[in-house]
């Protein structure tokens, strides 16, 4: 049976990820990656980003759990993970130096290192381009080599004697289970050293990551376990919405992304909440599709996977080039990046070899 509230909490998320891209991308807040804020006084718009940044990647990995087992009670281990390898680790792959190599240019012009790639030879420059193109493409690294460690874990445990002991887990003990948000928090790099991998690691976060994945997998797969969740969503969103509030407002000014941050027991706490919660509430009144619903479902993946280029090259260009206001900015890149990533996604799809590449189609 399809479940189709965790389709419509996916590309939903998805969407959401977008407009965290572009607020993200002006921001002024120190976080690392984007082209820089319009002054030095408060841009209240930046408070998406500690709206949004706590919880919707933790969810897209607890909602991959999820489907993780559901997919692998209709498959077996070796056609799930083929499965996974082709759409997941291609794109990220192959991928880079056919399409993303377009996003790394411009980051690289974000980052104000297009001079120190002057000099060099034009496949030099092709292939830092490509690498720098990762960009939001991290989140499919991660979710292959999880994939891959999951069978592995499933080869040891080959009764399934987990999934069984995290049966017996009644519905406190479930929302309980965000301390290991926190713990998962704390296995950052606090101080990371400049020109070293820390930065690089603190991006991936892949313990933490890991443990909303395997918390989809063990227990958010149960059907009882997401009727629980439906029943009490109203205060689960009511308790998350005040602790969002609170962290918002007593933290607004922080880079939002440093270890210290992220491991705050405030933040861990709304994140753990909101993951819960909007599960909770997509059960409860989103277990239903239609045409619009179905196609978002298909192409949310596809469109996450190019988007980034629409937010860098548009982005970059019109606060350098261009005297436009912020709202303008704001708004024109709202609306291209929620236009041409689909069209994008719709003519990459059609072109066969380009497909397999870009998308792992």
């Given at each position: 049976m399809r479940r189709h509230w965790i389709d419509n909490l996916r590309w939903v998320t998805v969407l959401l990820v977008l407009l965290y891209h572009v607020i993200y991308f002006y921001n002024n807040k120190g976080v690392f990656g984007g082209v820089g804020g319009f002054g030095e006084g408060p841009q209240y718009q930046d408070a998406l980003m500690y709206i949004l940044y706590p919880w919707f990647m933790p969810l897209l990995f607890l909602l991959a759990?999820?489907?993780?087992?559901?997919?692998?009670?209709?498959?077996?281990?070796?056609?799930?993970?083929?499965?996974?390898?082709?759409?997941?680790?291609?794109?990220?792959?192959?991928?880079?130096?056919?399409?993303?190599?377009?996003?790394?240019?411009?980051?690289?012009?974000?980052?104000?290192?297009?001079?120190?790639?002057?000099?060099?030879?034009?496949?030099?420059?092709?292939?830092?381009?490509?690498?720098?193109?990762?960009?939001?493409?991290?989140?499919?690294?991660?979710?292959?080599?999880?994939?891959?460690?999951?069978?592995?874990?499933?080869?040891?445990?080959?009764?399934?004697?987990?999934?069984?002991?995290?049966?017996?887990?009644?519905?406190?003990?479930?929302?309980?289970?965000?301390?290991l948000f926190w713990v998962g928090e704390q296995t950052l790099v606090f101080n990371p050293r400049p020109e070293s991998l820390d930065g690089l690691y603190n991006l991936y976060k892949p313990v933490f990551?890991?443990?909303?994945?395997?918390?989809?997998?063990?227990?958010?797969?149960?059907?009882?376990?997401?009727?629980?969740?439906?029943?009490?969503?109203?205060?689960?969103?009511?308790v998350a919405i005040v602790s969002g509030a609170l962290l918002a407002i007593t933290t607004f000014g922080q880079d939002n992304t440093t270890p210290h941050y992220l491991a705050s027991p405030l933040n861990c706490l709304y994140g753990w909440l909101m993951c819960l919660a909007m599960m909770g509430w997509f059960k409860a009144r989103f277990d239903r599709t239609g045409r619009f619903v179905s196609?978002?479902?298909?192409?949310?993946?596809?469109?996450?996977?190019?988007?980034?280029?629409?937010?860098?090259?548009?982005?970059?260009?019109?606060?350098?080039?261009?005297?436009?206001?912020?709202?303008?900015?704001?708004?024109?890149?709202?609306?291209?990046?929620?236009?041409?990533?689909?069209?994008?996604?719709?003519?990459?799809?059609?072109?066969?070899?380009?497909?397999?590449?870009?998308?792992?189609?």
């Open positions: 759990g999820v489907s993780a087992r559901y997919s692998l009670e209709r498959h077996t281990a070796k056609e799930w993970f083929r499965s996974r390898t082709r759409k997941l680790l291609v794109p990220a792959t192959i991928g880079l130096f056919v399409f993303q190599w377009m996003t790394g240019y411009f980051n690289t012009a974000v980052a104000g290192r297009m001079e120190a790639l002057a000099g060099l030879p034009v496949v030099v420059k092709y292939i830092m381009c490509a690498i720098s193109g990762i960009g939001p493409l991290w989140f499919i690294h991660d979710l292959w080599l999880f994939s891959l460690i999951l069978l592995l874990i499933r080869k040891i445990d080959a009764k399934d004697r987990l999934y069984t002991w995290c049966g017996k887990l009644g519905g406190v003990w479930v929302i309980l289970l965000g301390v990551y890991f443990i909303p994945f395997l918390l989809g997998y063990y227990i958010f797969s149960r059907d009882e376990v997401q009727s629980m969740l439906g029943k009490v969503w109203i205060t689960l969103m009511a196609y978002m479902t298909r192409s949310s993946f596809g469109i996450y996977i190019v988007h980034y280029l629409v937010i860098a090259s548009f982005g970059y260009m019109m606060k350098t080039y261009t005297q436009l206001p912020p709202v303008a900015i704001y708004a024109i890149l709202t609306v291209a990046v929620f236009t041409l990533s689909p069209l994008l996604y719709e003519g990459i799809r059609r072109i066969p070899v380009v497909r397999w590449c870009v998308l792992g189609q």
